[in-house]
């Protein structure tokens, strides 16, 4: 696990292609960039949904670039 810097957001040294279709939630609020957690892991994230509400379920449905595209699951 690394700390890619002023974000404090952590990531493995697992491809970041493995979390598309998974499911976590929202640490913080998506507006629509923030960040996420899948696996027990920190990963910056864009929603698609615009906006996604601190605490609510995500699944992931891209991986680009080192952050992932994540859907609101409702």
Same mark, same amino acid.
């Given at each position: !696990? &690394?700390? !890619?810097?002023? /974000?404090? %957001? +952590? /990531?493995?040294?697992?491809? !970041?292609?493995?979390? %598309? *279709?998974?499911?976590?939630?929202?640490?913080?609020?998506?507006?629509?960039?923030? #960040?996420?957690? %899948?696996? *027990? +892991?920190?990963?910056?994230?864009?929603? %698609?949904? *615009?906006?996604?509400? &601190?605490?609510?379920?995500?699944?992931? #449905?891209?991986?680009?670039? *080192?952050?992932? #595209?994540? &859907?609101?699951? &409702?």
């Amino acid at each position: !696990i &690394r700390d !890619i810097g002023v /974000t404090g %957001v +952590q /990531t493995c040294a697992l491809p !970041i292609s493995l979390y %598309v *279709g998974k499911s976590g939630r929202a640490l913080t609020v998506l507006a629509p960039s923030g #960040t996420v957690e %899948v696996d *027990g +892991q920190r990963l910056e994230a864009f929603a %698609v949904d *615009g906006f996604v509400e &601190r605490g609510a379920a995500v699944l992931v #449905t891209e991986a680009d670039a *080192g952050r992932v #595209t994540v &859907r609101l699951v &409702r």
